[in-house]
């Protein structure tokens, strides 16, 4: 029903920005949330940050917060997430995903997800 794709992961020094992107097509987005994840290598995937579709409202995992900005262009149906101030714990596979709850920040609460992008940030 929902098909998304990231896009702008890549390899960076700590300390640097990457933007990362997530186009979705085969749904309307109103009263869903889009959500980030991350796994990285021998971890559990873990929430990254949240948005709601239609209000915009954001939530952050504390490990991100400050940094890292979650946003929408619901003209382009794609969710992005900029990474700034860039660490070696922030390497991981990202996942985009699509919640049909509002403000649904488990992995398990999601029901369509992409297919990840690597970010790897090296010291």
């Known amino acids: 029903q929902v098909q998304l794709v990231e896009s702008g992961g890549g390899l960076v020094q700590a300390g640097g920005s990457l933007r990362l992107s997530c186009a979705a097509s085969g749904r309307t987005f109103s009263a869903y949330t889009m959500g980030w994840f991350r796994q990285a290598p021998g971890k559990e995937r873990e929430f990254v940050a949240t948005?709601?579709?239609?209000?915009?409202?954001?939530t952050y995992a504390d490990s991100v917060k400050g940094r890292f900005t979650i946003s929408r262009d619901n003209a382009k149906n794609t969710v992005y997430l900029q990474m700034n101030s860039l660490k070696p714990e922030d390497t991981a596979v990202y996942y985009c995903a699509v919640s049909f709850l509002i403000k649904a920040m488990r992995d398990n609460q999601y029901n369509y997800w992409g297919q990840g992008t690597q970010v790897t940030v090296s010291s």
């Open positions: 948005i709601s579709w239609s209000g915009g409202s954001t």
